[in-house]
Structures are given as C-alpha cells and as structure tokens.
C-alpha cells in the first residue's frame, strides 16, 4: 500500500473511531478530549505500524494537545528516517533532562535553522554543522570527543518521537522562532544581542536577528 493509500487509510480509521466513541460538542471540554484521545488510540491501533510511524495527531483537532503527553509520545512506533535520526539524537543530547516541553522546544531550534538561508538546509547539516572542528560546532555533543551513542532507551525513545511528531508537520509553537539557545549556567555573548523568547528549564532561548543578504 503506498504512502497516500496508508494516510488515506489512518484517517478512515481516525474518523470511524471518533464516530464510535460519539464525541458531541456539547460535551463538557474535558469528556470530549478524553474521548477524542481513546479515539485516537484506537484508530492508531487499527493501521500498521508504517502509518502510524509517519502520522501525527491530526493538528486541527483537540488531540493535538496529545503531541506533549509523554505516555503517548512512548506509545509510538519508531522511525529510522535518516531526519529522524539526526534531530532525536541532538534531543537527547542537548535536552534529555528536561521536560517533554523542554525537549520539543530545541528541537525548534534546529528546524528554525533549516528554513533560514544562512544555516544548512538540512536536519542533519544543521545539527552537524562543523562538527568536524574541535569545539566550534553548533551543538556542543557533536565536537567534544564523546560518543554520540544514545544509551537511555527511554530518553531515546521519547526523543524519536518528538522528531517524528516535528518533522511531520506539527505547528512550532513553543520558542516564537527561536534560533538559539543556551543554559542558565552560561552567558554567550551574542546573547545581548539576539532577542530572547523564552526559557524551558535549564534553556534560554533566542531569535537571531534577520540578517538580509544580496546578491
């Protein structure tokens, strides 16, 4: 079954369930998302696990809420997408201590940078960039010598998921465009510089100012 076939399929499913569950507007909000979302479980439970690999929750509905439960995030399939993998592990680098808000919001970050023109137009060129060089790389766990290897299975699993969630077009609504980040403990310079848009846990997060290039 191809891609649009299997998508076509989970939402088939998505809409069978929810109609199954009877989920009515005029319920009180908290039924109508604790249905919604045992809807949601069911329909993921109804498609292979390719589908549900490469579907987010639907993100014009109240579910979209689930993309931040932990317990869901750990439910999902996982993904050896080449992206994937490079965005999880850069999660669980820089951010596997913090909560799941924490660990969405550098991921922000790194996809901030893929659609700016000034950055490498890929996750992984992003997330390695110079990482060849000695302690002049982007990330810091890319160029300090250690290993790369993911080695908590759950920290691991919880930062595949939200690549997967991410990359599947799940709006970034966390950092307001951030494009850096750093932890309390430190004060880099071009932090006075660069407007700040908020803190998760141990992170400082920031906007680099729009820098127009001409040709």
């Keep these: 079954m191809g891609y649009a076939k299997r998508m076509a399929a989970f939402g088939l499913a998505m809409g069978l369930a929810?109609?199954?569950?009877?989920?009515?507007?005029?319920?009180?909000l908290e039924q109508s998302l604790a249905l919604a979302f045992s809807a949601e479980r069911e329909a993921m439970r109804s498609v292979t696990p390719t589908?549900?690999?490469?579907?987010?929750?639907?993100?014009?509905?109240p579910t979209a809420i689930m993309r931040y439960d932990s317990s869901y995030l750990m439910s999902m399939?996982?993904?050896?997408?080449?992206?994937?993998?490079?965005?999880?592990?850069?999660?669980?680098?820089?951010?596997?201590?913090?909560?799941?808000?924490?660990?969405?919001?550098?991921a922000e970050v790194i996809l901030n940078?893929?659609?700016?023109?000034?950055?490498?137009?890929?996750?992984?060129?992003?997330?390695?960039?110079?990482?060849?060089?000695?302690?002049?790389?982007?990330?810091?766990?890319?160029?300090?010598?250690?290993?790369?290897?993911?080695?908590?299975?759950?920290?691991?699993?919880?930062?595949?998921?939200?690549?997967?969630?991410?990359?599947?077009?799940?709006?970034?609504?966390?950092t307001d465009g951030a494009t850096h980040f750093h932890t309390t403990g430190v004060r880099p310079r071009w932090a006075s510089s660069f407007h700040r848009t908020g803190q998760f846990g141990a992170h400082l997060f920031y906007r680099e100012p729009l820098r127009l290039t001409f040709n």
């Design 51 to 61: 589908v549900v690999s490469r579907a987010t929750t639907p993100l014009d509905d």
């Design 77 to 106: 399939p996982q993904s050896n997408d080449t992206d994937v993998q490079c965005l999880s592990e850069a999660i669980y680098h820089e951010a596997r201590g913090e909560d799941v808000y924490g660990q969405f919001a550098v």
């Design 18 to 28: 929810l109609s199954s569950q009877q989920v009515k507007a005029d319920l009180p």
């Design 113 to 174: 940078r893929v659609d700016l023109p000034n950055y490498p137009n890929s996750v992984c060129g992003v997330v390695h960039q110079n990482a060849e060089r000695s302690n002049a790389c982007q990330f810091s766990y890319a160029c300090n010598g250690r290993s790369r290897a993911m080695v908590e299975p759950a920290a691991r699993r919880l930062a595949n998921s939200i690549a997967q969630v991410l990359l599947g077009g799940a709006p970034r609504e966390l």
